[in-house]
């Protein structure tokens, strides 16, 4: 089964400063990871994916993520953050194995503040 | 990007009337279209999984018959809550995949509908 962990609830980062957003992951074989934002009473925004290839990955908003295949894990990183930043964070993957569902399967949510 | 329109955005509505609910590919064909139900500050639940044509797939736990969802075309699938209660009240979310997203499985997501049952 697939499994996902965000294991911070809640991720405090002054403006200016880097912040990184932890995510672990579960799935059989090779996975395809990605991160979503969501914003308050809004849906879920794309922000990156790692299919395969360069283990570091850029994205929209000037958000990057290293894909680490030995600790399994996919963490969110910004080198300056913003107050506009804040929002919910979700992980998600799933498997590449052909014929698989294409459910991803997500995180608990990290909600990050960008303190002023 | 794809865009997935859902509407729509905001419903109140009495204990036992029953809400619909639609989500629209509006750029691509939506092969799959999933439905998630997402409770304040928690992460997304997946309800179902509807296929274009054909039956949904429900989740463990998810009443098929209080919740319908219907996907008769490729750029339309629809939720409807029916016989609604108070602990329906939530906010529901659909994405969908295609040939947008490619073989990777990048999902779109549509704004998502906050339902209050009185």
């Known amino acids: 089964a697939q499994s996902v962990a965000q294991p911070e609830d809640q991720v405090n980062v002054a403006e200016g400063n880097p912040l990184t957003v932890k995510c672990t992951y579960s799935?059989?074989?090779?996975?395809?990871l990605f991160w979503y934002v969501q914003y308050p009473n809004r849906g879920l925004q794309f922000l990156l994916k790692?299919?395969?290839?360069?283990?570091l990955v850029k994205g929209s908003y000037g958000f990057e993520a290293e894909f680490n295949k030995s600790q399994t894990s996919f963490h969110l990183k910004k080198p300056s953050a913003l107050v506009s930043d804040s929002a919910l964070y979700f992980c998600?993957?799933?498997?590449?194995?052909?014929?698989?569902?294409?459910?991803?399967?997500f995180g608990s949510g990290t909600q990050l503040t960008v303190l002023p | 990007g794809a865009v997935v329109s859902q509407h729509p955005s905001w419903v109140i509505c009495k204990s036992g009337t029953s809400v619909k609910i639609e989500c629209r590919s509006l750029?691509?064909?939506?092969?799959?279209m999933f439905w998630y139900r997402q409770f304040p500050k928690q992460s997304l639940m997946l309800m179902a999984t509807?296929?274009?044509?054909?039956?949904?797939?429900?989740e463990q736990g998810v009443e098929k018959d209080k919740f319908l969802i219907n996907h008769a075309s490729l750029t339309l699938s629809t939720l409807t809550v029916t016989s609604a209660h108070p602990e329906d009240s939530s906010f529901y979310i659909c994405?969908?995949?295609?040939?947008?997203?490619?073989?990777?499985?990048?999902?779109?997501f549509g704004e998502g509908s906050r339902l209050t049952v009185l």
């Open positions: 750029d691509f064909q939506a092969t799959t």
């Open positions: 790692y299919i395969t290839g360069d283990n």
């Open positions: 799935v059989s074989g090779n996975p395809y």
């Open positions: 509807s296929n274009e044509g054909s039956k949904a797939t429900y």
């Open positions: 994405s969908a995949s295609g040939l947008a997203g490619g073989s990777t499985g990048e999902l779109f």
């Open positions: 998600a993957a799933r498997t590449s194995e052909a014929g698989s569902a294409r459910q991803l399967t």
